[in-house]
């Protein structure tokens, strides 16, 4: 039997996700959470958030929670990895699926769906932008939400957010960077490696932009790198190249220049690049010229380059006064 969850509990989980526990609010989201009758319920949780990207590893005591909660983001994925217990979700007209431990699921909208945890269960949640995805290649599903299988990086990647939230990582804004980078990595990888999301021929052209992701990764702090010559190292056509990421609403021009741009503001803020000249970043980042370097960094940031430079280290003088 299940019966309705206390309104300490929902206030707590409120709290938790950094909300605040409003009667109204309250008392919404308890209709649509429930307990098994005479057993205590306990949440917890570890959180971070490293740019974009939300993560979480949770621990909870059995719950149901029924459709209708309006606790879903518009653009924003969660995609969850399951290390202890089992998750089943269903809605109105599908039959329910498992999401055992080891397991992997892609939500687009909470509230859509049934989540039943019959029993003690542990897991991971990435919460990232759906566009960050699409921009690698990445299509979702809208009607699937279980990976099919037990995905090989699921652990991989349930791991390193494990110890990502830990309150005994010490972030830094280069570290905080590489973290959401990797964790972006991971989950497209995840993807990619599941049968459920094989490409189709369509999928295949804009699966393309992951591939031109990596060599720009890779080859962007060449000043010589250009659309054309990413297509070359590809294989493919300029043409084709362009194509793809006119799909995705971006330009391979534009991609290059975001990669540049973020380069620049890991040397901008690394402790060991602080005496470096905006003329030397721009030169190691690939730019042109400084002029380049600071039109492409203030439509990134909203700031200059010397701005960007400065907040950073009246940030770290903070947090050195308050440790």
């Known amino acids: ?52 990207v939300s993560l979480m590893e949770t621990d909870q005591s059995a719950f ?24 089943q979700m269903g809605r109105s007209g599908r039959t329910a699926e498992v999401v055992p431990t080891g397991g992997a699921y892609v939500l687009r909208s909470w509230t859509e769906w049934t989540v039943e ?3 003690e269960t542990r897991g991971t949640v990435v919460r990232i932008p759906e566009h960050r995805l699409r921009e690698r290649g990445i299509r979702v599903h809208p009607d699937r939400v279980r990976l099919d299988g037990a995905p090989s990086l699921a652990g991989p990647l349930s791991s390193f957010v494990s110890s990502v939230v830990r309150p005994s990582w010490q972030s ?50 060449s000043g010589d790198l250009t659309p054309a010559m990413v297509a070359t190292l590809l294989g493919v056509s300029l043409r084709h190249l362009q194509r793809a990421h006119e799909q995705n609403g971006v330009t391979i021009a534009a ?26 970043i721009a030169r190691r980042c690939g730019f042109g010229s400084t002029f380049e370097l600071r039109n492409q960094f203030r439509s990134a940031y909203g700031v200059l380059p010397s701005q960007y430079r400065a907040d950073a280290a009246l940030a770290s003088e903070g947090r050195a006064l308050t440790s």
């Not at 309104?7 to 989980?13: E, G, L, P, R, T």
């Not at 959401?180 to 393309?208: F, K, Q």
């Not at 975001?258 to 402790?271: D, M, N, Q």
């Open 1 to 52: 039997m299940w019966e309705p969850i206390p309104s300490w509990a929902v206030k707590q989980i409120l709290r938790d996700y950094g909300g605040e526990p409003h009667p109204d609010r309250v008392a919404e989201i308890g209709r649509h959470l429930w307990v098994p009758s005479g057993r205590p319920f306990h949440y917890s949780d570890h959180k971070r958030t490293v740019g974009e």
């Open 172 to 221: 830094t804004a280069v570290g905080e960077d590489v973290v959401e980078r990797a964790v972006e990595d991971l989950v497209v990888g995840m993807l990619l490696e599941t049968s459920g999301y094989a490409m189709d021929s369509e999928e295949l052209r804009t699966g393309l932009c992951a591939r031109a992701a990596g060599v720009i990764s890779r080859e962007h702090r």
């Open 64 to 87: 149901r929670s029924t459709t209708g909660r309006d606790v879903s983001e518009d653009g924003i994925l969660s995609i969850g990895v399951v290390t202890s217990g089992q998750t």
């Open 255 to 280: 991609v290059i220049a975001a990669e540049r741009t973020r380069s620049a503001a890991l040397l901008l803020v690394a402790p060991g690049a602080m005496t470096l000249t905006l003329s030397e």
């Open 117 to 119: 945890m019959s029993d």
